[in-house]
């Protein structure tokens, strides 16, 4: 199927498939609503979620973009992930009837995404796609994705030898210790990029993909600060300035509340330096095209 559907612009589905109002963003009850306004929110991993490091090294828990897919979605709308990784963007939107389409420059996490949404038996499609973010816009119409929704690299995190200080002493020393995780060598790879290049690279990315959201369309990215040679990276803010360059709107900062998947962790700064663990905790920064 995925040789079949890569002509531009795709052939798939971006309209409603269900009865709701026209004036309603989502097909949530009000119960389920109001569930969602608290700005923390805490997911949790099951079977099927990618937790193997040696497979991808940041993968999220599918019940992440479930849950953005129902707020910001309804069913047989489309969802774009524009840094796919694993699929579980594409996995989520499967489960809820969404048509989804995802990018990597990686082969391989392409083929292992298209594997996971693999045989669809459903009315609606997913499809990873090989191809850089910067490309996205020429694959879609204009006005016809719901949904972005993404955990892109987060800038040079990964490019450096892993020290586990995040981990108990003596747990430090594992199969991973000081092996560089990064995702590619590739120069267009966040994940390669200082700070001030990956923040124009983001803008210039999210920029092409304005155009081919729906007016109101949502984008909702998830990042995490960090620590760089000893001070603190804090590259929400880069990511917000970015969007709202590319002419995004920021709509809510929800925090992802990780403590529930975090255990023995280590003691950091004690007893003359307090540091806050940034395992605990990352964001879910809010976006969408303002008419």
Not at 100 to 115: H, I, K, P, R, S
Request: net charge positive; hydrophobic share 35%; charged share 25%.
């Amino acid at each position: 199927m995925s040789g079949q559907m890569t002509s531009k612009p795709l052939k798939i589905g971006y309209t409603r498939t269900c009865d709701c109002p026209p004036k309603h963003i989502n097909c949530l009850t009000a119960k389920e609503w109001m569930l969602s306004q608290i700005a923390i929110w805490e997911f949790f991993y099951e079977k099927r979620d990618i937790r193997d490091k040696n497979v991808h090294p940041a993968a999220y828990p599918i019940s992440l973009p479930t849950k953005c897919i129902k707020l910001f979605t309804h069913q047989g709308e489309l969802v774009l992930d524009p840094f796919v990784g694993s699929g579980t963007t594409l996995v989520a939107a499967k489960d809820l009837g969404r048509n989804a389409v995802g990018f990597d420059l990686m082969a391989d996490y392409v083929e292992l995404a298209n594997t996971r949404v693999s045989p669809n038996l459903t009315s609606s499609t997913q499809l990873a796609i090989q191809d850089d973010a910067m490309k996205v816009q020429e694959y879609f119409d204009n006005d016809t994705v719901s949904l972005c929704v993404t955990s892109p690299p987060y800038a040079n995190l990964l490019n450096r030898k892993r020290k586990n200080k995040s981990m108990r002493g003596d747990l430090r020393e594992n199969e991973h210790y000081l092996e560089v995780q990064q995702y590619s060598k590739d120069p267009r790879d966040l994940g390669t990029m200082n700070v001030e290049r990956y923040s124009d690279t983001l803008r210039k990315i999210f920029g092409r993909i304005l155009p081919i959201l729906k007016p109101r369309g949502h984008c909702v990215i998830n990042i995490s600060d960090y620590w760089w040679k000893g001070k603190r990276v804090p590259i929400h803010i880069n990511v917000v300035e970015a969007l709202q360059k590319a002419g995004y709107e920021l709509r809510n900062t929800i925090i992802w509340d990780r403590r529930n998947i975090v255990n023995k962790v280590g003691i950091f700064g004690w007893p003359s330096n307090f540091i806050t663990l940034t395992t605990t905790f990352e964001y879910l920064l809010h976006f969408w095209k303002p008419e």
